[in-house]
T-cell receptor, first 114, second 117 residues
Framework: EAAVTQSPRNKVTVTGGNVTLSCRQT?????MYWYRQDTGHGLRLIHY???????QIGDVPDGYKATRTTQEDFFLLLELASPSQTSLYFC?????????????FGEGSRLIVV | AQKVTQTQTSISVMEKTTVTMDCVYE???????LFWYKQTASGEIVFLIR??????ENATEGHYSLNFQKPKSSIGLIITATQIEDSAVYFC??????????????FGKGTHLHVLP
């Protein structure tokens, strides 16, 4: 079964703080994605990657950096956190095959910026 | 701009009835994939069903089926014989090819389904 693990699951930080959200997948998938979920906005794509060392810009990238260090690990970095980045963050992975990039999601990381 | 639109914010239905959730999309790709995902009350997001744009037959998966109307850029999710456990948020999604190898998956805002006993 596909496995995507996010950490931390919950995080509270102060405005201007530095936060790293981690995601690890053990599916040997090529693609990994970071989304944020906010009421009234659904899931919005922040960054994604199709392999180690690759980074693609999503639809809401401002204030976020990301890095794909290995096939398994994808990190989301908030270097100067702001209250507008309070959100529920989801990581997902997908294979590059005939599934059309069916996504397998992690459990989510809730971030609160005070 | 390429986008996915779900206009129904919330739907309530009686148990054991059939419900249809709407989704329209915009894309410049000639070949694309459309998906529906379910987010349960616990927050878990799971894949339900997929439609390949080049296939004329509507996809089915258990008590889920799709109403794919390509000329209208529409992909509706149909749930038959609804159960209380179907109460959840349903997201429509589309995969587009932004660049070679760069497969971007974007989502609609979701429809909250309430199945009433």
């Amino acid at each position: 079964e596909a496995a995507v693990t996010q950490s931390p699951r919950n995080k509270v930080t102060v405005t201007g703080g530095n936060v790293t959200l981690s995601c690890r997948q053990t599916n040997s998938h090529n693609y990994m994605y970071w989304y944020r979920q906010d009421t009234g906005h659904g899931l919005r794509l922040i960054h994604y990657s199709y392999g180690a060392g690759n980074l693609q810009i999503g639809d809401v990238p401002d204030g976020y950096k990301a890095t794909r260090t290995t096939q398994e690990d994808f990190f989301l970095l908030l270097e100067l956190a702001s209250p507008s980045q309070t959100s529920l963050y989801f990581c997902a992975s997908s294979p590059r095959d005939n599934s059309g990039n069916t996504l397998y999601f992690g459990e989510g990381s809730r971030l609160i910026v005070v | 701009a390429q986008k996915v639109t779900q206009t129904q914010t919330s739907i309530s239905v009686m148990e054991k009835t059939t419900v249809t959730m709407d989704c329209v999309y915009e894309t410049r790709d000639s070949s694309y994939f459309l998906f529906w995902y379910k987010q349960t009350a616990s927050g878990e997001i799971v894949f339900l069903i997929r439609q390949d744009s080049y296939k004329k037959e509507n996809a089915t998966e258990g008590h889920y089926s799709l109403n794919f109307q390509k000329p209208k850029s529409s992909i509706g999710l149909i749930i038959t014989a609804t159960q209380i456990e179907d109460s959840a948020v349903y997201f429509c999604a589309m995969r587009e090819i932004y660049d070679t190898n760069a497969y971007k998956v974007i989502f609609g805002k979701g429809t909250h389904l309430h199945v009433l006993p």
